[in-house]
């Protein structure tokens, strides 16, 4: 079992639409949890960090994360073509990150 | 900063030859990574380093390859013999700890990439 898991997708939604990506975990010492963006060819880019239970937003992206079930959330409002990327989450403890497999989105004008 | 560099950025070589992908990171940043990236596997961790040590090498698939870091500003992997497997990008990332109040996370920095392709 891998220690982060995601549904590699794609996802294709409309834009305007409110998009839900979510990974589950296995390791109960992570200590902080990140998404990453990643547009084609490009490396991935820190879109948002959390290291507790509960949401954190930041404009039109929230975070979520909930140790009791091992599940990590991003929900992003007013979605936009320029969203389109693939999306990695994290877990993570010291030095060491773990990466989901990332889940392509694409937001179609 | 001109953020992590690394070259070649793409690179097609032949099964059996020696590969060398090089990385400078950032200034600063102490702590240096090196993955792979493929369809079938996602982002796969082969090695980081810590102020130029190496403290996990356990994702390094195969004795085939080798990474090091001389100093703080430039690191190499290489491929020896490669093989059409190897063939995916390879990102190489760089960070500092960084502080969030009571807490600190590890925000890696990314380069673009080099594409390898074995034939």
């Known amino acids: 079992q891998k220690e982060v898991e995601q549904d590699p997708g794609p996802l294709s939604v409309p834009e305007g639409a409110i998009v839900s990506l979510n990974c589950t975990y296995s390791n109960s010492a992570f200590q902080y949890f990140m998404w990453y963006r990643q547009y084609s060819r490009k490396g991935p880019e820190l879109l948002m960090y959390?290291?507790?239970?509960g949401n954190k937003e930041d404009g039109r992206f929230t975070a979520q994360v909930d140790k009791s079930s091992k599940y990590i959330s991003l929900f992003i409002r007013d979605s936009q073509p320029s969203d389109s990327a693939t999306y990695l989450c994290t877990g993570g403890k010291s030095f060491k990150t773990i990466f989901g497999a990332g889940t392509r989105l694409f937001v179609k004008a | 900063d001109a953020g992590v560099i690394q070259s070649p950025r793409h690179e097609v070589t032949e099964m059996g030859q020696e590969v060398t992908l090089r990385c400078k990171p950032i200034s600063g940043h102490n702590s240096l990574f090196w993955y792979r990236q493929t369809m079938m596997r996602g982002l796969e961790l082969l090695i980081y380093f810590n102020n130029n040590v190496p403290i996990d090498d356990s994702g390094m698939p195969e004795d085939r390859f080798s990474a090091k870091m001389p100093n703080a500003s430039f690191s190499t992997l290489k491929i020896q013999p490669s093989e059409p497997r190897d063939s995916a990008v390879y990102f190489c990332?760089?960070?500092?700890?960084?502080?969030?109040?009571?807490?600190?996370?590890?925000?890696?920095?990314f380069g673009p990439g080099t594409r390898l392709t074995v034939l």
């Open positions: 990332a760089s960070s500092r700890r960084t502080s969030g109040g009571s807490h600190s996370y590890n925000e890696q920095f």
């Open positions: 959390t290291y507790s239970s």
